[in-house]
Every structure is written in structure tokens, then in C-alpha cells.
């Protein structure tokens, strides 16, 4: 009865684990993110924050205030003057700055004279710093120009009695409000109160607080600097659009990383199919095939004027047959109308199967011209460097054409004239023309076959930089044959 037990209790603790476990399903849908690149880079309209300005300028929001009124002097004791004939003129000076729409601070000067409680007239000067509050700077945040400003203020300061020498600590509030009458300019009215010790007039007791000034003034205000306020921009849906553009640029170059794999992996594999291919012995069939690699690195687009060079023959010599000058030749001799095959042309031509048509450069032959266009070679200012690197590639297209037809070639160099001397100029062409030179004898071509020509400084081309060239030109070399348009008669 107790290995019965045992096992039913065993056989419910495996239902119960089989139970617990859950089936997981792979999930084989991936996530593919898309971006539109053209909403990315589009320019974002400005989003302003609710209620928040800042000022236009950090230097900008002086001011500098001019006003005059009146002050009565009410003490203690009082006096039996009433309030009226207490009052006396004043004036006062300010300069001062707001931070914001709503705080701004100001250093302030007013003085003149006051009726104290004998009714003796006596001078004062009162200094001191107050900070504004405009309870108006909010509407700035809804609109740009506001007319109106209101703003209470308290400050500290000194007075000084000119009569007595008597200078107390003071301190000072009132209201300010100010009507903007242009941008520079507003009207302003002050309504304010000064209160220091009894003493001040010399009646009273000290270090007690009793004797007040009210002043009610009305000047200028003169606005200084960057006047004004902007409002402020909300930065955050940029810095969303910023994420995207990481997160963009993340994507971009985990593609360009999985297409430079690809490529890799192409060049390997068509550099074992040519392996095969040569081992096969049907590389030349299928070389073409390759025309496009750039394993090596040294191969380059090249421009093929053949079809224009062939077109200008044509026009010039209106009676071409369209026959190559390499194909039927004239030999300089005493019968002009005897025509033959020069053989060191017709094996060129059986060999390579090409006309002129065919090659990079079209031969278009009159007696003392080039063939085909010049080839112009830069060079930077004061040097015998080339401007720009990629030029070889044209000296290894002229020296493959000249080697082929065994062309003779003329080198000229110069220099600008505008700048240097006539002696460096001279010697900057025969160094350019020299360096030229040395490149096409590396390249195959024999010093017998190269003409060397220094100009010296010249003016020729615009713009000025032109002028720092060398130029190459190729010839029929005129020691071996003399190439001419001859119509060819049949003996009779």
C-alpha cells in the first residue's frame, strides 16, 4: 500500500511539472526598420515654448531715465505744515537693465531740497538700487510689442543732508509705469517713498525709523542696445529628429559594412574563376568578361574623343575616304602618284585589326599640325608638381599611342607671366617641360623621339592659372615617311 502511494504522488509531481512548462513558439518575423531619408533631411519648422521669452540680446534691455517732479518731506515730528506746503521740487537719474519681460534692476539718483519739521529748507541727495517687478511681462510671451509697463519696486540706499552732514541708511519703494511711446522711447510716471531715521533733519531721535520723503516724478525713459524679446524655441523635437538621424546613420553604415562584405566575397570568387579560367586555357576567350575589375587599382575611366577627333577629320578633309593613314602610306619619292604599303604600318595594322577610328585618339594629319589635341598638363604655382595626380593617366595613354604608331612627340612648357620674373619663368618651362619629359622616357618612349620647347612666362589663357602648363603633341615622325592626301590613279 505505500509503493502504491509513493507512485500515484510521483506520477501527479510529473503532471504537475508538465503542466507548469509552457510550449514556446519561435517567432520567425523580423523587424525591418524603414526610413524616409527625404523627411529626415527636411527642413523643421520652429516649435515655441509656452509662455517663455528670452531677451534678443544678452547685452541688450538698458535703459537710462530723466525725470522732475516734486517731493514732500513728512517727518517726525511733523511739524505744523500740512502736506501741501511741505512740497518742494526734485529731480532724479537713473540707468538700469531688465533681465527678463518681467525683473529688471536700476541704480537711481534724486535729490534737490525739503521743508523738514521747522519749515527750514535744507538740501539732500538720496542713491540707491532698487529691483522691478513688471506684473505686465507675461504678455509678452502672447505678443511681441506691449505698450504698457507696470512694475513695483524696493530697494536700499543712502541719503545725505547737505545742511547737517547727516548720512542714514534709507530704504526705498514706489511704482513704476512707463507707456512706450517708439522702440528707443517711453513716458514714464514714479510714485515713490523713502523712509529713514527720525534724526535725518535733525529733530527727532536716532536708530529709529520715522522720517519719510514722497516723490512723485515724470520724465523719459531712453531704451539702449538690442531692444526687445523673442520667444524661446522648444528644442526637444529636434533632439527626436537627431535620435533618427543617429539611428539612420547606424543603418546606413551597417549596410555599407554588409555591401563591402558582398564585395569581398565577389572579388574572391571572380579571382578564382580567373585562376580557372587561365588554368583551362580560356582566359583571352572570355577576358572581357573582366574588363570592369579594378583588383589592381590602377585602371581609371578614360575619355574616348575618337567619334569627335573622326568627325573634325572629316570636315576638314571634305574628299576623305575614310581609309587610315596607316593602312595605305606614300613613301617620298620621285613618282607622287605612286602609292605603296608602308610595312611597318600594314603589320600594325594586321596585327591589332584597328583603325584610327578605333583608338582613343583619332589621327587627323596636315602638313605641320599635331595629331589629334594637344594634351595640357597643370602644374601648381612656383613648382614642377602636377595640380593634380590623376594627370598620369594621361601621360599613359600618350605614351601607349606614341609607342604604338611610333609617333614623334613635342613637349612645351611655360609658366604665367603675372607672377615671377622673367628668369624663374624661363626656368619653371624648361623644369616642367623637363619633368614631362622624364615621365614619358619612363614610360617607354625614346629621347630621340621627344622635342623639348621652352616658352618662358606667356599670357595665352584665362584664367591666369592656365598659363602654368606644359603641353604635348604628337607627330608623324617625318625621318621615316610623309603622310598626304594623294588621289591614287590606276596605271593604265
Not at 529688471?104 to 527750514?120: H, P
Amino acid at each position: 500500500m505505500t509503493k502504491q502511494i509513493i507512485f500515484i504522488f510521483a506520477l501527479l509531481c510529473s503532471l504537475q511539472v508538465q503542466a507548469s512548462v509552457r510550449p514556446v513558439q519561435e517567432d520567425t518575423v523580423q523587424h525591418t526598420v524603414h526610413y524616409e531619408a527625404a523627411e529626415l533631411l527636411q527642413p523643421m519648422q520652429p516649435v515655441y515654448l509656452d509662455g517663455v521669452v528670452l531677451p534678443m540680446s544678452c547685452t541688450g534691455n538698458w535703459f537710462v531715465s530723466i525725470a522732475g517732479g516734486a517731493t514732500a518731506f513728512l517727518g517726525t515730528p511733523l511739524g505744523c505744515e500740512d502736506l501741501f506746503g511741505r512740497v518742494k521740487p526734485s529731480y532724479s537719474l537713473a540707468i538700469g537693465k531688465w533681465f527678463t519681460p518681467s525683473v529688471g534692476a536700476r541704480i537711481n539718483y534724486s535729490g534737490l531740497q525739503f521743508k523738514d519739521a521747522q519749515l527750514s529748507i535744507q538740501d539732500y541727495h538720496h542713491v540707491h538700487a532698487d529691483l522691478l517687478w513688471n506684473i505686465l511681462g507675461r504678455r509678452y510671451a502672447r505678443q511681441e510689442q506691449v505698450r504698457w509697463r507696470l512694475a513695483p519696486f524696493a530697494g536700499v540706499g543712502l541719503l545725505h543732508n547737505a545742511t547737517n552732514g547727516s548720512n542714514p541708511f534709507a530704504l526705498s519703494n514706489g511704482i513704476l509705469t512707463q507707456y512706450r511711446i517708439s522702440r528707443r522711447v517711453s513716458a514714464m510716471l514714479e510714485l515713490s517713498n523713502t523712509t529713514t531715521f527720525q534724526d535725518f533733519d535733525g529733530y527727532g531721535r536716532p536708530n529709529r525709523l520715522g522720517d519719510h520723503m514722497l516723490s512723485l516724478t515724470a520724465g523719459f525713459t531712453f531704451h539702449l542696445g538690442k531692444v526687445g524679446w523673442k520667444r524661446a524655441v522648444d528644442a526637444t523635437p529636434y533632439i527626436h529628429r537627431n535620435e533618427r538621424l543617429i539611428d539612420y546613420a547606424n543603418f546606413l553604415s551597417e549596410e555599407n559594412r554588409c555591401y563591402a562584405g558582398r564585395h569581398d566575397q565577389d572579388r574572391r570568387t571572380l579571382a578564382e574563376l580567373k585562376k580557372i579560367l587561365e588554368i583551362e586555357g580560356l582566359l583571352d576567350t572570355y577576358s572581357h568578361l573582366f574588363d570592369n575589375d579594378d583588383t589592381a587599382g590602377h585602371r581609371f575611366p578614360v575619355n574616348n574623343y575618337s567619334g569627335l577627333n573622326s568627325l573634325r577629320a572629316r570636315l576638314k578633309h571634305r574628299h576623305w575616304d575614310g581609309t587610315s593613314p596607316l593602312d595605305t602610306t606614300v613613301l617620298q619619292s620621285g613618282n607622287e602618284n605612286q602609292a605603296y604599303s608602308y610595312p611597318a604600318f600594314r603589320n600594325i595594322a594586321s596585327e591589332h585589326k584597328d583603325t584610327l577610328a578605333t583608338d582613343s585618339t583619332v589621327f587627323s594629319y596636315a602638313d605641320g599640325e599635331c595629331i589629334g589635341a594637344a594634351v595640357y598638363f597643370f602644374f601648381d604655382l612656383n613648382t614642377a608638381y602636377l595640380t593634380d595626380a590623376s594627370q598620369m593617366l594621361n601621360l599613359d595613354e600618350l605614351a601607349r599611342v606614341a609607342k604604338k604608331y611610333g609617333l614623334s612627340v613635342r613637349v612645351t612648357g611655360a609658366a604665367d607671366s603675372l607672377t615671377g620674373t622673367p628668369g624663374i619663368n624661363d626656368s619653371l618651362s624648361v623644369s616642367r617641360a623637363g619633368f614631362i619629359t622624364a615621365e614619358l622616357e619612363r614610360r617607354g618612349i625614346s629621347a630621340k623621339r621627344i622635342t623639348k620647347v621652352s616658352r618662358g612666362g606667356i599670357a595665352d589663357h584665362i584664367p591666369t592659372e592656365a598659363n602654368r602648363h606644359t603641353k604635348v603633341e604628337l607627330f608623324f615622325a617625318r625621318s621615316e615617311i610623309v603622310i598626304s592626301r594623294v588621289e591614287v590613279t590606276k596605271r593604265v
